[in-house]
């Protein structure tokens, strides 16, 4: 499988804040999923995009789908102190089979 | 509820042993998946099967091992041929085979140490 490009790998922000997180690849990709991880549990699927332009919400996560179809970015707006957590991006490629997943961004937000 | 169940949370292994990871989903999904995840890294795929009596290797499938005798189980056994076993290991499951477009739903995961 193929490695995706994940950054910033670590944010440390203040609760109210906004967040962004982005995540690239090499190929072309029919599906970007955003999902978030609580320590010692499997991560959690926020969004899923099917479509390069695509742009969904849910609640104070926004994430789209690149024209190019090789990134995907996740927005979380006025943060809180529940945001803490691993957010994962993964992909699939147009001519794989597999999920791709990033390496992660952490995040912490502090009250 | 319906979701995919993994037990134990926390499993030890001596050197030279195997061990199985157990993963049971009620979802009535066909295929189902292992990845192992290291810190400060993504997920890898160790197996996947995409319908009863059927499985691949993924990324990583050197030192493991599955079966998928039932639909709704999927277990994974670490042999002593994994000389790193020490990781998170995590169970997925979609609804349909032939990967496609469908999100994957994870368990809680196990975590492997060795002794």
């Known amino acids: 499988g193929q490695q995706l490009n994940q950054s910033p790998q670590s944010m440390f922000i203040q609760e109210g804040e906004d967040v962004s997180m982005n995540c690239t690849s090499s190929?072309?990709?029919?599906?970007w999923l955003w999902y978030k991880q609580d320590p010692g549990e499997g991560p959690v699927l926020l969004i899923a995009?099917?479509?390069?332009?695509e742009l969904t919400s849910n609640g104070r996560l926004t994430a789209q789908f690149g024209i190019t179809r090789k990134d995907s970015f996740l927005n979380i707006s006025a943060s809180i102190p529940s945001d803490v957590g691993i957010y994962f991006c993964?992909?699939?490629?147009?001519?794989?089979?597999?999920?791709?997943f990033g390496k992660g961004t952490s995040l912490l937000v502090t009250p | 509820d319906g979701g995919i169940t993994q037990s134990p949370k926390y499993l030890f292994r001596k050197e030279g042993q195997n061990v199985t990871l157990s993963c049971e989903q009620n979802l009535n999904h066909d295929a189902m998946y292992w990845y192992r995840q290291d810190p400060g890294q993504g997920l890898r795929l160790i197996y996947y099967?995409?319908?009863?009596?059927?499985?691949q290797k993924g990324d990583i499938a050197e030192g493991y091992s599955v079966s998928r005798e039932k639909k709704e189980s999927f277990p994974l056994t670490v042999t002593s041929a994994q000389k790193n076993p020490t990781a998170f290991y995590l169970c997925?499951?979609?609804?349909?085979?032939?990967?496609?477009?469908?999100?994957?739903?994870f368990g809680d995961g196990t975590r492997l140490s060795i002794l």
């Open positions: 190929s072309i990709f029919n599906t």
């Open positions: 993964a992909g699939r490629a147009v001519s794989g089979y597999a999920l791709n």
């Open positions: 997925a499951s979609t609804p349909h085979g032939g990967f496609g477009n469908q999100p994957q739903h």
């Open positions: 099967s995409q319908i009863v009596n059927d499985f």
């Open positions: 995009l099917y479509k390069a332009g």
